[in-house]
Structure formats: C-alpha cells, structure tokens
DNA sequence: AGCACGCCGACT
DNA sequence: GTCGGCGTGCTC
C-alpha cells in the first residue's frame, strides 16, 4: 500500500508532529526515520518521518517537497527511545530526535565530504589588540568578530563564526592576512601521543570474577539487566568493563561506552584501541564530518564498539549488548539545553527497551543510583579491594584554618603538603595538585571600600588571570583589562583575593624551581597546550608536578604518582545546592584515587578550613558507606532525591520585574493546580512542595535575570503533574523564557 | 521557534 | 493621522 500520508516530527518547541500529503512521485522513497523536507507556514523545515497516518489530522494538509534520505538515518529503537525521552523530560519528540544525530549528517546528505574551514584565534593578546587599534575604530565588525570568536572558545567554524558574529567573509579574510587569525580546513582528530602507559590486562581476582557473573549471565540470556558496579578506585572496574564488551562481541552484538566529557582521555581511548583494535570514539572535539563518519560506520555494522561522551547513548548500535556507563555519578551526563536529557537514565531505558545490560561503574554512586540498588531495581555488585593489591592512599586533611594561625599567614601550600611532596619528588615519584579554579586571584576588591569587581552582565566575580592582565568572567567570558584603581573610590591599588591555578603555580615554582612544572586546565589548552602532550609527557616522567582542575581528577593512571593534593577542598562545598556535599566527596574520593595506583603507597594530602565535614572526613577514611548513611539520612529529611523528585522551572529575561511576575504566576497556577489534585492522582501536600519563586543561586546571567521554582514530589507522578499544569497554562509574556528541567542536576 | 494578526502610545 | 511596541495564537 502506497502511502498517502506522512506524520513528521520537527526540531521545535511545539508537542505535536504535523502531517502532510505524500506527492506521487515520492510514495516509494519515503521511510520511516529518513528524514523530508516540508512547508511550515512560509518556511521549509527538515524533520523526521515517524510514521504514515491513514488519514490526516488536519483539514487539508500540504506535500512533502522532497525526501532527504534515501534510507532511514534513524533506526526504530532510537524512534521509541526519543519517544519517551519527549514524554519524560517534556520536550517535542521533534527535539529529542535532533539531538540524537549529529550535525554533520544532519545538514546535506554527503554534501560536506570536505571538511568545513575552521578559524582559530592565532595571536597574543597585546599583539591582537595592536593589530586591532593600527586596523582602525571604525571597523567594529573585525573586533566584534574577534571578540565572538574569542567566546566560541578561539576555535571555530567559519560558517558559524560569520553567522554569529554578523561579519562577513571579507572581515575574516582581512583578519587573517593580517595574522590575528588561521583559516583553515578543519584536520580532523587531533593526533594521539607518543607515549601512554597502557594498564597491562591483569587476571581476574575473586571479587572481580563474581562481579562479572551477573553481567555476563544478563549478556548471554539477551535480558535487560542494570548493575551498579560499585568499586573502590584501582579495584579493576576497566578490566571488567572490558570482558563484558569482549563477552558481548563474541555474541556478534555491540556495545556503547559513555565516560563524562571530561574523561574521555587519550589515555581511555588508548586502551579501548589496544583492546579492540577499531574503535568508534565520538569526541566533541572532533570535527563534524569526522563524527559523521564514525556514526556511519556503526550504522552500517563495521564498529562494534562506540565510545564517547553523553550524545553517545544515540549510537546506531545494533544489536545491542552492552551499554556502560562509567564514572555514572557524574553531572556532565546531564544535558544543560533542552533536550535536558540525563545520559545515565536514557542509557537504562535503551538496555530496558532493547533487551541490553546498563553497567553503571563508579567509585563514589550516585545516591540515585545505590538507592535503586537498595531497593532491587539495578543488580549491585561491590568491589571492595583494589585489584593490584596497592593499598588505598593514606589520606591526610589539613585544617587551614589552623595552619593560617600556626604560620601567621595564609599559604597555599601547607607545610604537609610541601613535605610530602619533597619526599616524592626526592624519590623520584610525580605529584598531582588540583584546584577546581582558573585563573590567578578569583576576585579583585578594594581595601578601602570592600568593592568587588563584578562582571555587569552576570553579577559574579571577575576573576583575573595574570598570564593576559585581564578580569574574566566564567560564566559569559566577559573580559577587561584589569583595573589598577578602584572604580568605586579611586583608591589607587586593589587587592587579589582568593586562587586559581595559575597563582598556585606560580607559588609551586617558588617552593620548588628545580622541578617541572605543568598546568592543565581550559585555559592552558586554549593557550594552544595539548592536553594529549602535556599527559604525554607527565607518562614519560618529563613533568614533575601536574596541576590542574578537574582535567587531573579523572581517569587519569599513573603509577609513579604518589603524592596527590588538594589544594582547597571547599569549593564545591560551599555551593548553594542540595548536591554540593555529595559533589565534595566525589571529588575528593576520586582525586584521591589518583595517588599510589603502582607498587608505592600514595599520600593524598586535603587542605580545608571543613576538616570535620562528613563530607571530607568520610573521604578520609576512603568511607562511602559513611557517607552515603549521613547524606541519606540529611536527603529523607527534607524529601530531595532520592527520596523525592524534583521539576525546576527556570524563567529568565532581561527585564527582571516581569521574570518575578511570570514565576509568580506560575507557582500560583501550580499551588492550586495540584492542591486540587483529583483523587486517583497522588495527593500533593504530603512530601511534595512548590519551592519558590526564588532568584536561582546565578540570579543574572549574560544581562538576563533568573528566577526559579522548584517543584519537590513524592514521586514522577506529581513532577509529571505539575509538568502538565505549566503546559496547560498561557505562556509566560514575550521576553521571558520558561524551561522546565526535569530531575535537575545543579540548581544554579 | 518564527511569523502573522491585532490592538494601544509617541512621531515622521 | 501612521509606525511600532509586544501579547496571542497558529503552523500540517
């Protein structure tokens, strides 16, 4: 039967899908999850075919212009994923379909067989701006170009660059000649070092074996299965996800590994090419047409093995075996942009509907997660040893408070930690510091009149980074140069508060100049660092002492580190959010377990002005069941998950007074929406709450004010009902913007 | 989202 | 008298 019409989901905020006339000529070309291009009022749109009504919704629907694809891009379990994914996180199923394929197969079928040109920043700053001011005021478009480059991360897309900027192609061209900027053709995957130590494949030890057991028995039945590997840092969770991935090959399926953006280090990667010889890895680093390409190649069967970072969990893998997910505990698994997807959740709801195994790996699980263990619905498997026998660090907290008083100031690196660290390099053994802040004082103010500069479109701190003599803001990438007098009062000097990395380094090279040092956060690698090098060389023991954000607390394998250290562990602590003690024991665990992971003890050294926190002494004591009693036992108390479930609607606008009045409005909508819940519903009073409106902990953020509300329910039916009564409603007024986020992960 | 239609204020 | 603000509704 030849079909007369088509339903088509579109990339839009609008629920439904739209339905069209099938023209003749294209009855036999059209499939399901191929995609059409279509008229929407005096637009052409391209959106996917879901499905072929017998008769259409609307009174006379208009034709499809043209097939896209000529056969499906999307198969039918990633149709019924992004089905559920629209129902569960509210999003148009039009949404959801569009963030399961990657850009470069998205726009033209195979017309962008050449890599697109790329522009990246090229110059130094004092160099720039000279460049700029000799290229005349009058030109505002160069800077501006500059300046929007600059915030895309001083790498981009020229075609995107020019559309963002509103430059044209001759600005860029002129900017090039004249050196401020490299165009070219994008390279593809950056080029791996030289040398990485590679984990050697150990035998299994009891504990793993057993751990196995329940994976492989779900792997071999072909039933969907969810185990929560919970396993000490060093205790061999790779090695077991790396038999599971083998068990499933052997039965011709394939698998997918999902790692937090951050971890999908070469290192990673390394070990997966050793293991399996071709590896699909899906980086965001990576060009387009490059992502496309491997997208293709599992599609068509030839990689049985994906690895990459949360968009991953949409790999065209078929059948499906295995699906990991490592370091599950991790925020980056959330998406920050509709769809607000969380990887972890999808990748269980994939395994469930594909008849594949979810392994959720961690050191340090998710409160979510063990308590799904606790009650049966995820198998959990514990491994409590490390596998190499090492013992776990010996870890030691520095009370800062009390070392400020002993020394009579303030340092950074405390006499323990520096003693540690003379000691391991003395042996010659490598340190690791970390330090979860850029820059070099994390905020300027004036002695005088206490004025703290603040960026004007976010309201935060500037924070000011010595190596460019500028303030940047974190947040929106707002930059200027760093005042030399108050602007407030005019006193001539301002203090430098706080650290960042590059003060820290800076102070490290004091206390020890005969040893190398290296720093590896966003910034030194937009400095044009390889993190790949900067790695490369810290293996092969030409570094040191590695320093750096969170890019050193993950993932990464050393055996000649031993000493690890915490520079200041109440960053995370000190957030506004119901997360931020679990955050801190995240980290501190799993920096920790950076140290001591060949034949020598480690030391990992804790610097806090919280040294009695549970918190810190829980990861002291190497001590998750401890934490995870106080943290529970904290989350029952006030109904946050996993005890409950949480809706945040974020309103934003630039006209603050209208954001309030929106939120208002809609938290009186929702108070007697569900205080009259009819009785089958779940009745909403006991353990459920509408938090708010309150400014969110970011309450302006790129010169738009932010108000939120928090909805807390007993369960999804009541966030679900709540979700409906916002859809039910009239939509807030022009110029603020509503987005509901579906269990949030960070608040701010 | 993007675009129309539609109804009230200061300006060529 | 119009140009244009954005509030409301619709797009197959």
């Known amino acids: 039967v030849r079909p007369l019409y088509v339903e088509v989901a579109l990339n839009l905020p609008v629920k439904t899908c739209f339905h069209y006339r099938v023209p003749e000529s294209l009855a036999e070309t059209l499939v399901v999850g191929g995609r059409v291009r279509v008229p929407l009022g005096r637009r052409t749109l391209a959106g996917f075919v879901v499905g072929f009504p017998e008769r259409p919704d609307a009174g006379s629907p208009k034709d499809v212009l043209e097939a896209v694809d000529p056969e499906p891009l999307v198969g039918p379990e990633i149709l019924r994923l992004t089905r559920w994914m629209a129902e569960y996180y509210r999003c148009s199923w039009g949404e959801a379909l569009h963030a399961a394929v990657p850009a470069g197969l998205r726009r033209g079928k195979g017309r962008s067989k050449r890599e697109p040109m790329v522009a990246r920043l090229s110059m130094e700053r004092d160099e720039e701006e000279g460049e700029l001011s ?61 040398q990485l130590e590679i984990p050697v494949r150990h035998r299994l030890n009891p504990e793993q074996t057993s751990a196995l057991r329940p994976i492989c028995d779900a792997i071999r039945a072909g039933a969907y299965r969810t185990v929560l590997l919970h396993g000490v840092t060093g205790s061999g969770k790779t090695e077991i996800y790396l038999v599971a991935v083998e068990e499933v090959l052997r039965l011709g399926k394939g698998a997918i590994f999902l790692v937090p953006e951050i971890a999908l280090t070469p290192q990673m990667i390394e070990i997966f090419r050793n293991r399996f010889g071709r590896v699909a890895v899906l980086h965001s680093r990576m060009s387009e047409g490059e992502r496309a390409r491997q997208w293709k190649a599992v599609r068509e069967g030839r990689l049985r093995v994906v690895l990459g970072p949360r968009s991953a969990i949409f790999a065209p893998m078929r059948p499906l075996g295995v699906i990991v997910v490592d370091e599950e505990h991790e925020g980056t698994f959330k998406q920050q942009t509709t769809p607000r997807y969380h990887a972890r959740d999808v990748a269980v709801m994939r395994a469930r509907l594909e008849g594949a195994v979810a392994v959720l790996g961690s050191a340090t699980p998710s409160l979510e997660s063990y308590r799904n263990a606790l009650e049966g619905k995820y198998t959990r498997v514990y491994l409590s040893r490390r596998a190499t026998r090492a013992a776990l660090p010996k870890v030691e907290v520095v009370d800062l408070a009390e070392e400020t008083a002993e020394q009579k100031r303030f340092s950074l690196i405390s006499r323990r930690l520096e003693s540690r660290m003379r000691e391991a390099l003395g042996r010659g053994e490598q340190v690791i510091l970390f330090l979860n802040r850029r820059g070099f004082a994390t905020f300027l103010t004036c002695r005088r009149c206490g004025f703290v500069l603040r960026c004007p479109r976010c309201d935060i701190s500037l924070v000011y980074h010595k190596g460019e003599g500028l303030v940047f803001c974190h947040y ?74 969170q890019m050193v607390a993950k993932g990464l394998d050393f055996s000649s580190v031993t000493v690890v250290g915490v520079i200041y562990a ?162 807030p007024p022009a110029g603020v913007k509503r987005v509901p986020d579906i269990d949030p992960v960070s608040m701010l």
């Open 134 to 194: 000799r290229i005349g005021r009058r030109s505002p478009r160069a800077r501006r170009l500059v300046a929007v480059l600059r915030e895309m991360g001083g790498e981009a897309e020229l075609a995107r660059l020019l559309k963002r900027s509103g430059a044209g192609r001759s600005t860029a061209k002129m900017l090039a000649r004249r050196g401020v900027l490299r165009i070219e053709r994008s390279t593809g995957a950056p080029g791996l070092p030289v």
């Open 476 to 549: 929106c990438f707002y930059q200027a140069p760093a005042p030399e007098a108050c602007p407030d009062c005019l006193w001539p000097r301002m203090a430098y508060m706080g650290y960042g990395t590059e003060r820290v380094e800076e102070a490290v090279g004091k206390a020890f100049p005969e040893a190398v040092i290296a720093r590896l956060d966003s910034d030194s690698i937009r400095r044009g660092e390889k993190p790949e090098a900067i790695l490369g060389a810290f293996g092969a023991g030409k570094i040191h002492i590695l320093l750096g954000t």
């Open 570 to 731: 109440d960053t995370a602590l000190n957030l506004p959010d119901f997360r931020s003690a679990e955050r801190t024991f995240q980290l501190l665990s799993q920096v920790a377990g950076r140290a001591g992971r060949g034949t020598r003890p480690g030391h990992t050294v804790i610097q806090t002005f919280n040294p009695r926190h549970y918190a810190v002494e829980a990861a002291r004591t190497h001590d998750y069941f401890r934490f995870v009693r106080e943290e529970m036992r904290a989350r029952q108390a006030l109904g946050y998950p996993p005890f409950g479930r949480l809706l945040r609607i974020l309103f934003s606008g630039r006209d603050e007074a209208k954001v309030i009045r929106a939120a208002e409005a809609a938290a009186e909508q929702l108070r007697s929406g569900l205080g009259a819940a009819p009785s089958p519903g779940p009745r909403f009073e006991k353990g459920g709450a509408i938090l708010g409106p309150a400014p969110a902990p970011l309450a302006l953020l790129e010169g738009r004010y932010r108000w939120h509300i928090i909805v807390k329910g007993q369960g999804v039916g009541e966030i679900g009902k709540a979700a409906d009564i916002l859809e039910s409603v009239p939509r």
